[in-house]
């Protein structure tokens, strides 16, 4: 079964403007970690920003945040203020279990072209 | 430390044919993970290693895998008799113990072709 389902294949956003991915998952562990990765075309992984199911906080990192709905099972990555930089892939990713020791999975990506 | 090593970058090799890759992980780092990844998809999980025990391996992973991390330090995996579907993306990735909150820290991969 799909654990990690983000329905935007890409999405388009002018300069300067802030973004939303969208994530959704499925889990029935209590304990899990939520991450966002970003995958320019060099290909190399950036690990962006994660949170824990037990945070009350929604994490934040710079200009990324994370706005998690624990209820609705969703973790959407928020980019304020893009930049030509933002544009890549990014991945939302889940860990199970306690202390998170189970692999990693992924999303299948969702596409960001941030415009001039 | 650089960071994650994965050589080489690019390799194209006919079908049949074996081929090796190498991930050096960050020193400290006690996990390292394999994944695969194909054009328009995230990243799968194929196997991970705790110091020099392979804990999991995915049903990805057929017969034709093998991935070794022999002194608990680089990792090598191996594709025998490669078929033209096993063109992709291999990452190689580390994370130190305990893994929390502790993002991956991915390779810049290798590119397998198959022809």
């Known amino acids: 079964a799909q654990k990690i389902t983000q329905t935007q294949p890409g999405m388009f956003v002018q300069e300067k403007e802030a973004v939303t991915l969208d994530c959704t998952y499925d889990?029935?562990?209590?304990?899990?970690?939520l991450f966002w990765y970003k995958q320019p075309s060099s290909g190399k992984m950036i690990f962006l920003i994660y949170q824990g199911s037990y945070d009350e906080q929604n994490a934040t990192e710079g200009r990324y945040s994370l706005n998690f709905q624990k209820a609705r099972k969703s973790a959407n990555l928020v980019i304020s203020a893009s930049q030509l930089g933002d544009s890549a892939m990014y991945f939302c990713?889940?860990?199970?279990?306690?202390?998170?020791?189970?692999?990693?999975?992924f999303g299948a990506g969702t596409r960001l072209t941030v415009k001039p | 430390d650089t960071g994650v090593s994965q050589n080489p970058r690019h390799k194209i090799t006919k079908r049949g044919q074996n081929v090796t890759f190498r991930c050096d992980p960050i020193s400290e780092h006690n996990r390292l993970y394999w994944y695969r990844q194909t054009l328009g998809q995230g990243p799968e999980f194929l196997t991970y290693?705790?110091?020099?025990?392979?804990?999991?391996k995915s049903r990805l992973l057929s017969d034709r895998f093998s991935a070794e991390r022999p002194k608990g330090s680089f990792s090598t995996l191996e594709i025998q008799r490669t078929e033209q579907g096993d063109s992709a993306m291999y990452l190689c990735?580390?994370?130190?113990?305990?893994?929390?909150?502790?993002?991956?820290?991915f390779g810049s991969g290798t590119r397998l072709t198959v022809v």
């Open positions: 990735a580390s994370s130190p113990l305990p893994t929390g909150p502790y993002g991956y820290t």
């Open positions: 990713a889940m860990r199970e279990g306690v202390l998170w020791n189970n692999d990693m999975r």
């Open positions: 290693f705790q110091n020099e025990a392979q804990l999991e």
């Open positions: 889990t029935s562990d209590q304990s899990y970690g």
